[in-house]
Structure formats: structure tokens, C-alpha cells
């Protein structure tokens, strides 16, 4: 298994300017989160996803949009691109029951975005 | 709203040295994550534990459900184990799959 994927690894946006980041897992995993995490600040929760067709808002979802219209893949776009966006974006994913306790998470080699 | 306190912030420590780290939380919990992430590196798992003690090699990980606490421990500390050691914790008591990060801990292991 290849785990959580996630592209691109680094890149420089214009301000103004919009992107996706990309992120699959091939564990057939039903949680999954995008992160964001800015120096000295601990992972903050940017949108997840329960299944399927199923998104939600996390603390700072302002500017960012996701979709999950297959299980594998967890997009989150980025419209128009602002300086405060600059950071480093983690997405994971785990394989939760709720009769259980949740699984262990599984993150992506993070993608270092700066806005200029 | 968990409220997630790691201490210490940094730790410098010679090789060899037992290491420990400290995590607090505010709400109960079913469940409490350890991370490790490398420096300019991705994040990995190394515990999840919702009672008691587990250890994996030299890594020890602890919580007191009653205490609302929980420790990492590094025996036999190598230079490999500099890294940011996080925390997390759902970020309520019923509500297993959003978590709160601590702000994680440096760890500096010299040889």
C-alpha cells in the first residue's frame, strides 16, 4: 500500500491566484482531514470528511473547499490565494468505527505552500 | 473544546538520557494519539492508547485517564530520536474523530 499521497510537495502561488492539493489513500480508510500547521501553532483542523460524499467544516475552513466524491480521494482547493495561507498542509486519513475506538491516523508527506 | 497542553515546549538531552514527555488535556477521552514528525518531515503515528501503558522499542507511552494525563518515554535516547513529538486528543469527550494538537515538543538528542 502506498498510504496517503499527496501532491504537490511544494509551491508558490500568487496572491489571487487558486490550487488543489491533492491527497489519496488506498487503505480504503473512511476518516479523512485536511490540516494546516503554522510555526510554533499546533495542527489545525481544516475541513474532514466521514465517507463518501460526506464534508465538513474543521476550525479554519475560511478560503479552502474540499469534496469527497470517492472514497480514496480528499481534495481541498484553495481559492483565491492569500499571504495567510502560507503554510504547510498535512492531509490523513483513519479507519474509524463508532462502535470502537477510532483508528490510528495515517498523514501525507505534507505540502509547503507559500502565497506571495 | 480539549484543550491539549504539551510540556516541555524543548528538550535537549544527551544520548543514552531517559527521555519524558508530558501531555495534558482538559476533557475526557476514549482515545490519546502520539505522534512523531521529523524535522522538514511528515507525521507518523506512534501510539494510540486509551488506558494504561504501551511500548513499542525504546518508546513508552502512559496515561492516567483519571489524572487526564499522559506520558512519552524514550529509553536509551539515539540522535535518530530528535524530532516534534505532538500530542492529541478529541476535541470533546464523545467526539472521537476531530483531535486537538498539542504544540508539540522539540526533542534534541546529542550524541
Known amino acids: 500500500n502506498a498510504g496517503v499521497t499527496q501532491t504537490p510537495k511544494f509551491r508558490i502561488l500568487k496572491i489571487g491566484q487558486s490550487m488543489t492539493l491533492q491527497c489519496a489513500q488506498d487503505m480504503n480508510h473512511n476518516y479523512m482531514y485536511w490540516y494546516r500547521q503554522d510555526p510554533g501553532m499546533g495542527l489545525k483542523l481544516i475541513y474532514y470528511s466521514v465517507g463518501a460524499g460526506i464534508t465538513d467544516k474543521g476550525e479554519v475552513p475560511n478560503g479552502y473547499n474540499v469534496s469527497r466524491s470517492t472514497t480514496e480521494d480528499f481534495p481541498l482547493r484553495l481559492e483565491l490565494a492569500a499571504p495567510s495561507q502560507t503554510s504547510v498542509y498535512f492531509c490523513?486519513?483513519?479507519?474509524?468505527?463508532?462502535?470502537?475506538?477510532?483508528?490510528?491516523?495515517?498523514f501525507g508527506e505534507g505540502s509547503r505552500l507559500t502565497v506571495l | 473544546k480539549n484543550e491539549v497542553e504539551q510540556s516541555p515546549q524543548n528538550l535537549t538531552a544527551q544520548e543514552g538520557e531517559f527521555i519524558t514527555i508530558n501531555c495534558s488535556y482538559s476533557v475526557g477521552i476514549s482515545a490519546l494519539h502520539w505522534l512523531q514528525q521529523h524535522p522538514g518531515g511528515g507525521i507518523v503515528s506512534l501510539f494510540m492508547?486509551?488506558?494504561g501503558k504501551k511500548k513499542h522499542g525504546r518508546l513508552i507511552a502512559t496515561i492516567n485517564i483519571q489524572e487526564k494525563h499522559s506520558s512519552l518515554h524514550i529509553t536509551a535516547s539515539h540522535p535518530r530520536d530528535s524530532a516534534v513529538y505532538i500530542c492529541a486528543a478529541p476535541r470533546s469527550g464523545g467526539s472521537n474523530y476531530k483531535l486537538t494538537f498539542g504544540k508539540g515538543t522539540l526533542l534534541t538528542v546529542n550524541p
Open positions: 490523513a486519513s483513519r479507519l474509524t468505527q463508532r462502535a470502537m475506538n477510532t483508528g490510528e491516523l495515517f
Open positions: 492508547l486509551s488506558s
